[in-house]
C-alpha cells in the first residue's frame, strides 16, 4: 500500500493555460475524491467518483473544469484557461465504501497550482 | 446546508499542556465526524473519527467524543509535545447522499518546549 499519489507536485502556469493533474488512488479504492484547498482554509469538495463514473460535482467546478476516471482506476483534473483565482492546492483522495459502511478518504499529498 | 466550525488559531501552547480544540456542527440528520491533521509540509492525516453520537474516536493520545445534544466533536489531549504542532480540521460527512467531506477551516496549533 502505497498511498495516494499526485503529480505533480507543483505547478506554475500562466493566465490563460490549460493544466492537467493526476491522480493515483490507492489500490482497490473504489471511490476517488477532488478537493480544492486555499491559503488559510479547509479543503472544498469539487468531484467524486465510484468506479469510472462520475456521481457528484460542487458548483465550485466551473465549466473550464473536467475531471475524468477512466478505467475506474486513476484520476486526472484538468483546468482550461486558467485564471488567477484558481491558484490554490488540489487535493486528491480515495476511499474504499460500499453502502450502509462510513468509509474512511485517505488523502494524497496535493498539486499546489500557481497562476502567474 | 452542512457546516463545521473551529476555534480560530493559532493555539499556542507549552509543551505537555491540556488541549482543546473545539468544533461544532451543523447537519441534516446524522452525521459521521472526523479529525484530521495536516503536518507541515505533509498532506492531511485521518487522526481519529465517529461515527454515531456518543462515540469516542481516539488516537495517538486524542481524544474526542461525538455529542449530538451539543452538535460538538472537541478534539482534546492531555500533554502535548512539540510534534503535535500542525494544523487540525474538523470534518464531517453524511452517510447517505453526498460522499464529500465537508470541512472546518482549520485551527493550527503551535507547541514551544
Known amino acids: 500500500d502505497t498511498g495516494v499519489s499526485q503529480n505533480p507536485r507543483h505547478k506554475i502556469t500562466k493566465r490563460g493555460q490549460n493544466v492537467t493533474f493526476r491522480c493515483d488512488p490507492i489500490s482497490e479504492h473504489n471511490r476517488l475524491y477532488w478537493y480544492r484547498q486555499t491559503l488559510g482554509q479547509g479543503p472544498e469538495f469539487l468531484t467524486y467518483f465510484q468506479n469510472e463514473a462520475q456521481l457528484e460535482k460542487s458548483r465550485l467546478l466551473s465549466d473550464r473544469f473536467s475531471a475524468e476516471r477512466p478505467k475506474g482506476s486513476f484520476s486526472t483534473l484538468e483546468i482550461q484557461r486558467t485564471e488567477q483565482g484558481d491558484s490554490a492546492m488540489y487535493l486528491c483522495a480515495s476511499s474504499f465504501g460500499s453502502s450502509g459502511t462510513t468509509d474512511t478518504q485517505y488523502f494524497g499529498p496535493g498539486t499546489r497550482l500557481t497562476v502567474l | 446546508g452542512n457546516s463545521v466550525t473551529q476555534m480560530e488559531g493559532p493555539v499556542t501552547l507549552s509543551e505537555e499542556a491540556f488541549l482543546t480544540i473545539n468544533c461544532t456542527y451543523t447537519a441534516t440528520g446524522y452525521p459521521s465526524l472526523f479529525w484530521y491533521v495536516q503536518y507541515p509540509g505533509e498532506g492531511l492525516q485521518l487522526l481519529l473519527k465517529a461515527t454515531k453520537a456518543d462515540d469516542k474516536g481516539s488516537n495517538k493520545g486524542f481524544e474526542a467524543t461525538y455529542r449530538k445534544e451539543t452538535t460538538s466533536f472537541h478534539l482534546e489531549k492531555g500533554s502535548v509535545q512539540v510534534s503535535d504542532s500542525a494544523v487540525y480540521f474538523c470534518?464531517?460527512?453524511?452517510?447517505?447522499?453526498?460522499?464529500?467531506?465537508?470541512f472546518g477551516s482549520g485551527t493550527r496549533l503551535q507547541v514551544q518546549p
Open positions: 470534518a464531517l460527512r453524511m452517510d447517505t447522499g453526498r460522499r464529500a467531506l465537508t
